[in-house]
């Protein structure tokens, strides 16, 4: 599975959009980007995840560039209790195994 | 559904002690796996099991370790024996194939 580059922190303001991003420039054409988060103390949480078209659901947005080699997560109004660990995740569909690296930690500043 | 549950949620043991976590999957799921979370290495795939059987075990730290599923609704993971750097969450997660993973509350495992 392709590897993924992430800020390691970010801060948001309550209320407003946090934008979390992901490079994974050596993603290959049948490889989705998926998202998690984990809240403190918690087990993951699945938010999301893309191949090529944007996406949206109820928890968030996902913006994949043309050349699928970055994305963001959007957290549209983002609440203290969207703080948390972030993990954007490359893999490809019908492989089970997800790999989790260091995460973004981003932090709602009230 | 309640979710993927495990247990115990806390575990202390003394070094030497064999240890064993359970879980329980989503009603339904075809797929279980076990993670290890510590702050040296972060969340590790341990194993995983597609429709109860072991899959890929590429991740188990050694033969200390050992998991089972002898259904579709029942995992357990084995430490034996038990060592202090064995000390981390344990989390058990399912899915159904291919989609996207729930995972459990965590077991907080310490090794003394």
């Known amino acids: 599975d392709a590897k993924t580059t992430q800020p390691t922190s970010m801060d948001c303001a309550e209320g407003r959009a946090a934008n979390l991003p992901c490079n994974h420039s050596?993603?290959?054409?049948?490889?989705?980007v998926y998202w998690y988060r984990q809240i403190h103390s918690q087990g993951p949480q699945y938010i999301i995840h893309?191949?090529?078209n944007n996406e949206t659901n109820e928890m968030a947005s996902l913006i994949i560039t043309e050349d699928r080699k970055s994305s963001t997560l959007i957290l549209p109004h983002a609440t203290l209790r969207d703080t948390a660990v972030y993990y954007c995740?490359?893999?490809?569909?019908?492989?089970?195994?997800?790999?989790f690296g260091t995460g973004t930690r981003l932090t709602i500043i009230p | 559904d309640a979710g993927v549950i495990q247990s115990p949620r806390h575990e202390v043991t003394e070094m030497g002690q064999e240890v064993t976590l359970r879980c329980k999957p989503i009603?339904?799921?075809?797929?279980l796996f076990w993670y290890r979370q510590t702050m040296m290495r972060g969340l590790e795939l341990l194993i995983y099991f597609n429709n109860n059987v072991p899959i890929d075990d590429s991740g188990m730290p050694e033969d200390r370790f050992s998991a089972k599923m002898p259904n579709a609704s029942f995992s357990t993971l084995k430490i034996q024996p038990s060592e202090p750097r064995d000390s981390a969450v344990y989390f058990c997660?399912?899915?159904?194939?291919?989609?996207?993973?729930?995972f459990g509350p965590g077991t907080r495992l310490t090794v003394t």
């Open positions: 995740i490359v893999k490809g569909f019908g492989n089970e195994k997800l790999t």
């Open positions: 050596t993603i290959s054409g049948n490889e989705y």
């Open positions: 009603s339904g799921h075809n797929s």
């Open positions: 893309g191949l090529k």
């Open positions: 997660a399912s899915s159904l194939d291919p989609y996207e993973q729930y």
